[in-house]
């Protein structure tokens, strides 16, 4: 077994008991702050940092892309990428510096990945990075530019007259995409010929929608909606509740209720259970799964163990 596998096959996510940590928290006078309800400051007084700014810098200061791992975790969490058949379209939103889009490739020759970003840089360092794999992947990795949350998906992806009729066979369009593609828009010449790709079978937002303000989070899931097929599914993975990360910020950094900025402008926000569940059924979601993952790790530098706590869920567009 390769290195890699045997770090998938190791993974596991039931170390310690959330409700045992949600108590320790929640008894601990330094950590009130945290429980507290959020009181929003004055028009005048309100953050303005730009969050699509901000996750650009950041991108750029990490643009070596060693502060990132392969999340090789995926596969054995979400079976489904592997098990899909030929053409299977998947989405990956936020797709960052490719951490997530090569164990994808990787682990099914028979998935064309979509991958979206609100940072050109950012793309540019996913497609060295696929590249550089030497999985024979890079043909089957797509690319291109975009803020999902505030101007939604291009129509090449889902068209307005195919989000609406998304899942009947045989439909017939006009085609208005056949040029070369840059990476602002797409970094290939398009295979489709039609009026767009015809939606999508798996989205994935893996630690991309606690980047999103609350407000317009009911907003952002529902652009993923509209652009799965009937019967896909969403596969979600992000922070959740009490996670230390969350633990780490001092009350002047709370912008929300379990909403936080970090120094550079970045956005976090921490998901219980209740609150993901909500924000998908409103946008019109099935749940299939969720639960919180624990997993404790330790700090090679110190030695320290570490408590994270994510939220993992599997969602679907009915039929």
Known sequence: MSASAAEASEYHSKDFNWDTLRLEIENDPSLNYHLLPFVSPQPEQQLTKDPIK??????IQHSSGKFFKERRYLLKEFPELVSCGDGCKVLEVGCGNGSTALPILRGNEKIILYACDCSN???????????????????????FYCDFATTGFPKWLACANCRENLGQKDQ?????VGEERTL???????????????GVDFVTLIFTLSAVPLQIMPTA?????SVLKPGGMLLFRDYGLYDMTMLRFEPDQRVGFREYMRADGTRSYF?????????FNCAGFIELEIEYCCVKSVNRRNGKSMQRVWVHGKFQKPT
């Open 121 to 143: 840089e950012t793309l540019q360092r996913a497609k060295e990075f696929v590249a550089a794999s030497k999985a024979s992947v890079e043909n089957r990795f797509r690319p």
């Open 172 to 176: 017939i369009c006009v085609s208005d």
């Open 221 to 225: 899931l529902r652009e993923c909606f």
């Open 184 to 198: 602002e828009t797409g970094s290939w010449s398009m295979e489709e010929r039609s009026c767009c790709v015809g």
């Open 54 to 59: 901000a996750w650009k810098s950041f991108h």
């Open 271 to 279: 998901f219980c259970l209740d609150t993901a569940k909500n924000l």
